[in-house]
């Protein structure tokens, strides 16, 4: 094969991506991403030390699994609220492929005294929230976090709060940087009649010391290729997406939110020239210029008369 063509299908099959099966006898679906481009994405865009960017990975991840199995615009937002460094970590995925998130510390994470996830989040609370079409709220279920790994925190969260035997494992490798080089995840889960042996083997399987994800892909693997190996049955696939970090901000949608501020809240905004507005879900930065203010200002002054 040509070089320039064994290059395309090379980054074809590196590509993010996120791919959901179900079982031949219909009992058992699973879902499978591969997002080392989405996550690094984030680790760099937030600045993030190894511990706080794996942590986040890993969660990320942990949505697009559940958000594989939604549809369209349908998302999940998985929420960790913890007493350790770790106050609070974010993550969001869409359906459609788009995930974004972030990680807020309570003081800078001291990693050489930190051995354990539990250690960087300490105990607090595990959330689960979807977002989907035809329920006016959103469907929210929350746990005490359990290893703060975010695997186990899943699988008991789906086994606990929505009695969906489940199995999961996240891996994340990073270089010696600590810049992240590899992120998958898998999530496998029985229906109602699926023979839960089945599911406690494949659990203990992908469960195994020397069991990798990270290491499967790093050989050139396609995700089909893993769920081969990982899964004992036959499946179909049943959706095969391109995963992003993406994030929908926007300095209109900014100013859209600014104006529930009041005229002289930006007023002052204007006087002590702070103009810089900065996304929590993806740091990118913005700038109101003048004429944004005087836009902002003579909006709220038609509305007012
Ligand atoms: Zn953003």
């Given at each position: 094969m040509p070089q320039k063509k064994q290059n395309i299908k090379k980054k074809l099959l590196t590509r993010d991506r996120t791919i959901s099966i179900l079982s031949s006898d219909g009992l058992i679906r699973a879902s499978i991403t591969k997002n080392t481009d989405s996550v690094s994405q984030a680790q760099k865009r937030h600045a993030l030390d190894y511990i706080s960017a794996s942590l986040l990975a890993r969660q990320i991840s942990a949505a697009s699994l559940c958000a594989s199995f939604l549809k369209g615009e349908e998302r999940i937002i998985i929420e960790i609220q913890g007493s350790g460094p770790i106050k609070y970590i974010y993550s969001e995925a869409l359906s459609i492929g788009e995930v974004r998130g972030f990680v807020e510390l309570r003081k800078k994470l001291d990693t050489e005294n930190i051995n354990s996830f539990r250690d960087a989040v300490g105990i607090g609370l595990f959330k689960l929230c979807r977002i989907v079409y035809n329920k006016n709220i959103p469907v929210e279920g929350i746990i005490p976090i359990q290893k703060g790994d975010i695997a186990s925190d899943l699988a008991h969260y789906f086994n606990q709060s929505e009695q969906i035997p489940s199995a999961v494992s996240l891996d994340v490798k990073l270089s010696d940087e600590g810049d992240i080089t590899q992120s998958a995840g898998i999530l496998i889960q029985a229906m109602p009649g699926a023979d839960i042996d089945l599911l406690k083997e494949i659990a203990s399987g992908i469960?195994?010391?020397?069991?990798?994800?990270?290491?499967?892909?790093?050989?050139?693997?396609?995700?089909?290729?893993?769920?081969?190996?990982?899964?004992?049955?036959?499946?179909?696939?049943?959706?095969?997406?391109?995963?992003?970090?993406?994030?929908?901000?926007?300095?209109?949608?900014?100013?859209?939110?600014?104006?529930?501020?009041?005229?002289?809240?930006?007023?002052?905004?204007?006087?002590?020239?702070?103009?810089?507005?900065?996304?929590?879900?993806?740091?990118?930065?913005?700038?109101?210029?003048?004429?944004?203010?005087?836009?902002?200002?003579?909006?709220?002054?038609?509305?007012?008369?």
């Open positions: 469960g195994a010391e020397g069991f990798s994800l990270c290491s499967l892909f790093a050989k050139d693997y396609s995700a089909e290729d893993v769920l081969n190996i990982v899964l004992p049955f036959d499946f179909s696939v049943t959706r095969n997406i391109q995963t992003d970090f993406f994030c929908r901000c926007s300095l209109e949608n900014f100013k859209s939110k600014l104006i529930a501020l009041g005229a002289q809240e930006i007023q002052d905004m204007k006087d002590k020239k702070q103009n810089e507005l900065v996304c929590r879900y993806c740091n990118e930065k913005y700038y109101l210029s003048d004429n944004d203010f005087t836009e902002l200002l003579s909006h709220l002054q038609v509305t007012s008369n």
